[in-house]
């Protein structure tokens, strides 16, 4: 079963970047439709962009042009490249995975992203 662990979080000002990235092991990564999902504090986990084996891109709207999903199929990773931060960015960044069959949906145990001046 793919093994999730995501990367990248910490500390920044608003209008800030960081990088997430998360390495994937265990399966055929191209299998899979890749996800990243975030919780802000006492709020639900909410979806944020995916990416699908062919690398077809799709975003929530809340960060649309701001944020940028991608995949390396060869070294099994994905990255979220996050610009323009702001402070309801703020939150636990998942990644998550779902094969192109049938099967669970994975997750790792993601990373925290802090927006503050």
């Known amino acids: 079963q793919m093994q999730l662990v995501e990367s990248g979080g910490g500390e920044v000002h608003p209008g800030g970047s960081l990088t997430l990235t998360c390495a994937t092991s265990?399966?055929?990564?191209?299998?899979?439709?890749m996800h990243w999902y975030r919780q802000a504090p006492g709020k639900q986990r909410e979806w944020v962009a995916s990416?699908?084996?062919?690398?077809?891109?799709t975003y929530d709207d809340l960060v649309k042009g701001r944020f940028t999903i991608s995949r390396d199929n060869r070294k099994a990773m994905m990255f979220l490249e996050m610009n323009g931060l702001k402070p309801e960015d703020t939150g636990v960044y998942y990644c998550?995975?779902?094969?192109?069959?049938?099967?669970?949906?994975?997750w790792g145990k993601g990373t925290l992203v802090t927006v503050s001046s």
């Open positions: 265990g399966s055929i990564f191209s299998h899979f439709t």
């Open positions: 990416i699908t084996s062919s690398s077809n891109k």
């Open positions: 998550s995975a779902v094969p192109l069959g049938t099967g669970p949906r994975l």
